[in-house]
Structures are given as C-alpha cells and as structure tokens.
C-alpha cells in the first residue's frame, strides 16, 4: 500500500494535506482540482498496471453520467475511469473523457467505441446508441438494450454483512442508504443494496424501520443522516451500520466521532466498494472491497472484444466481492 508520503510527493502537495483530504476533513480548504490530483494520484499509485503511448490515432471515449464534484464526494467512479483509461492506454488506443451533458456525443471515424460509466434513462441510451458507436456499459446493466456491460454482485456481500454482525452477536443493524437518479432526471434508479437489506432482515424479523436511514451517496449526507438518528435514537442506536457506500460511511464516522461514541466498541460500520481512502481513513474503515480497476480493465476487454470479433450477442459480467474487515467494525 502507498504511504501518505508517496501520495503527496506524486500530487505535489504536504503530507498534512493529502492526510485531511483522504480523511474528508470538513475544515480543510482546498480547491477541487487539488483532491483530484490527491485522489487520483493514491488511485494510480495504488494500481499495478503498465502503459504505454499511444501509437494510435484512433480514440476510444470514456462517457460519465457525473459531474467532477461529485466523482470528488464518491471516488467510486473516479475509480473505475481510471482502470479503463489505462487498459485503453494499454491497448494503445487514446481515452478521452466525456460528459454526458455534452450536447453532441462522439462519432466514427475518430473514436473506435465507448466505456459508458454511471446509470443511464431510456433516452439518454437512445443518444448512446444513436452514435453508431460499440459500447460497453459499467456499473448498469445492459443486456435488455443490447449493449455489453460490467456489473457487481450486491446480494451475496450484503448477506455476508448481516451474518458477520450476526456472529459477534449483533442483531440491531442499521443502514445508511442512498437515492440516485440520472442526470436528466427521467430515471430514479433502484439500489440493490438497500433491497437486499430489508429482504434479509425482514425473513429473520430483525428489520426496524426507525434504523433505516436514506440520504444521498456523499460524506456529507452520511455525516447529516447518522447526527439526526444519534438525537433522536439516543441509547436506541443500532450497534452496527452497513453503509451503501464508503462515503456515507466517512460522513457516519465523523458524527460518531463528534458525538464521543466509540467505533466499533459501541458503534460498528462495514462500507461498501472499498475505496482507497478507506485504508487511510482513521479508524480503517471495514468494507466491502469492489474491483473497480478490474471492473474497468473488463469493459475495455469486452469492447476490444467486440470490435475484434464483430460479435452481436451482448454480454454481461457480473463480477464479485470480498469482504474485508479493519478498525471500523468488531
């Protein structure tokens, strides 16, 4: 693993710095482009892979549903764009990232196909596919639209939490949820997470909606969601809290740490993707570890895949999870 140090003699910036951005330090003022390079520059430096110039002309484009704000409060999909980039760089082809809300989207001759990044409406597919252009989708399942994908597994990590609170005898667990929608506002999108949740604890009759807490996917909705159950559960607080992400689970830490109740002695949390920041955050942070630099390098894979082949049957790979256990949970 990289130390802090490593982290900001590759960014360009002190120590103290990279250690309150990684620990999303709500007192720290830095602009924007600066927890880029921090983020990314832990990203690359936490990746093995290899590059290679680009001895090609040709463009494959890298489509994001999020704007740069938000990839800096979930670096989730930061994640994921960076893996695909440097097996595109691998292949020799040249990335270029593009925004969703751009009004006119890439088109032959120049580009040789498209990583889709994020959660797409019905129209905006209908853009994607207007373009002519291969495609592979992440993180959203394609197969009903034609398009090859790459997705996670969600059912099998959220039962190995349950039953590993479970195990240290912890029955009342609670959840820091999220909502997202696309970027054009058509589709309110469904998590997995969330569904899988209530459906486990409702069958072992343990699922109290008091202890289901919903927000958005940032630190900050985390920090707002876990202060309000701390006034008003007061002693009736879960002993344990599967965040839907690592950034709700951030923001739940800071309001546990702000309100002196102890983690994981009183209080335990499991994230979910297992982002970098997790091993830096104090306390560690437990989590469910997502592959996203694989789930990156895989889209790049099925698209090459595609334009190798000319294969027409679209395919899904849904890849899986591990579990990993630090400070932040018994």
């Known amino acids: 693993m990289a130390t802090i140090k490593d982290i900001a003699e590759k960014a360009g910036v002190s120590p103290a ?6 620990n999303y330090d709500p007192g720290l003022s830095v602009t924007d482009k600066t927890k880029k390079r921090i983020f990314e520059a832990a990203e690359d430096l936490n990746y093995q892979h290899k590059k290679k110039s680009s001895r090609s002309t040709q463009k494959i ?16 999909y930061l994640s994921i764009r960076l893996g ?30 498209m990583i889709a990044i994020g959660k797409f409406s019905q129209n905006q597919i209908k853009r994607i596919k207007a373009t002519g252009l291969p495609t592979t989708f992440v993180d959203f399942n394609t197969l009903n639209y ?22 240290v005898g912890i029955d009342d667990i609670g959840i820091l949820a999220g909502q997202e929608v696309t970027s054009d506002q058509q ?15 409702r069958d072992r009759k343990l699922l109290n909606p008091d202890f289901i807490l919903k927000g958005s996917f940032s630190v900050e909705s985390g920090h707002q969601m876990m202060t309000k159950a701390i006034q008003e559960l007061g002693e009736q607080l879960p002993h344990a809290f599967f965040a839907a ?67 027409t049957v679209p395919v899904n790979l849904n ?9 932040s949970s018994k």
């Open 187 to 201: 589709l309110r999108l469904t998590d997995l997470r969330y569904q899988t949740f209530r459906n486990i604890l």
């Open 245 to 311: 992400n690592d950034a709700l689970a951030i923001g739940a830490l800071h309001a546990l740490k702000e309100n002196h109740i102890a983690v994981p002695e009183r209080v335990s949390i499991i994230g979910f993707n297992d982002s970098t920041v997790a091993k830096y955050f104090s306390p560690q942070l437990s989590s469910v570890k997502v592959d996203t630099e694989l789930m990156g390098q895989k889209s790049v894979e099925l698209l090459l895949d595609r334009l190798d082949s000319q294969r």
């Open 146 to 167: 034609g398009f090859d994908s790459v997705t996670t597994n969600f059912h099998y990590p959220v039962l190995q939490i349950i039953d590993h609170f479970q195990k």
């Open 61 to 76: 484009a890298i489509l994001t549903w999020y704007n740069e704000q938000e990839e800096l409060d979930d670096i989730y």
């Open 84 to 113: 695909a980039e440097n097996k595109i760089h691998e292949a020799e082809f040249e990335p270029q990232q593009i925004g969703l809300q751009q009004q006119n989207l890439p088109t032959s001759p120049d580009f040789a196909g």
């Open 319 to 327: 890849i899986g999870t591990e579990l990993v256990l630090r400070e």
């Open 17 to 22: 710095t990279v250690s309150r951005v990684l």
